[in-house]
C-alpha cells in the first residue's frame, strides 16, 4: 500500500537559518503530494501541493519538488522565522481511492 | 468564504458512552472526509462521504460510523467509547465533481478533541 516517510523531529532551527525536511513515499502510479501544517491547537494548513514529476508546490517562501526518480518531496525554506514553529506533514493521495496517507509529522521549533 | 467548521471543540466522555461530532464543510464542497489524530498512529483515514454516500473507508472497527446530509453537513458517531478512541477527530472538505478529480485537495477544520475516561 501506500506509505509516506518523513524525516523525524524535533528540528531546532534558530532564525533565519535554512530549512529542509526530507520526504519519501510509496505508490503505485503518480499520485498527488502535499505538504501540510499543524500549528498548536488547531487542525491542518494545505502549504502547498504538486501533482506530477517536476511540478514544484511553493507557498509563503515554502517550496517542494516532486521528484519522480527518487520518490521524494522535500520541503525547504531559505529562511525560517519562529512564527513557522509548527508541525509539518507530508501527505499523497491515491485518487483512486481519494484518501490521504500522511508521513509521522516533523516538529520545527525555531529559536529567536 | 467560511472555512470548515467542526463542533464540538472539546468532549469528555466515559467508556461505554457513545459519541456524536458534527462537521460543516467550505460552501460548495461536497466531498467531507474524516481523520482520527492519536499521537501513537498520527493521522489515520476513517471514511469519506460524497453527496450523502460512504465512498471510502478506513481499517476502522463498526463502532466508528458516519453520514452526510442533504446540504453535505457531516456527522460522525462512535458508539462503545474505549479509552484508546481517545484523539482528536479532523474533518476535511474537499470540493470535487461526481467525476475523477485531477487534483484533490482537502481543507481541514480545527477538530474536535474527544477525551474518554
Redesign the interface.
Known sequence: GNSVTQMEGPVTLSEEAFLTINCTYTATGYPSLFWYVQYPGEGLQLLLKATKADDKGSNKGFEATYRKETTSFHLEKGSVQVSDSAVYFCALVDTGRRALTFGSGTRLQVQP | KAG?T?TPRYLIKTRGQQVTLSCSPISGHR?V?W?QQTPGQ??Q?LF?YFSETQ??K?NFPGRFSGRQFSNSRSEMNVSTLELGDSALY?C?SSF?TSG????????????TRLTVT
Not at chain 2, 475523477?100 to 477538530?111: H, L, N
Open positions: 470548515v467542526q466531498s472526509s481523520y498520527g493521522l483515514f469519506e465512498r471510502n478506513g479532523l476535511a470535487q475523477r478529480a485531477t487534483i484533490y485537495e482537502q481543507y481541514f477544520g480545527p477538530g
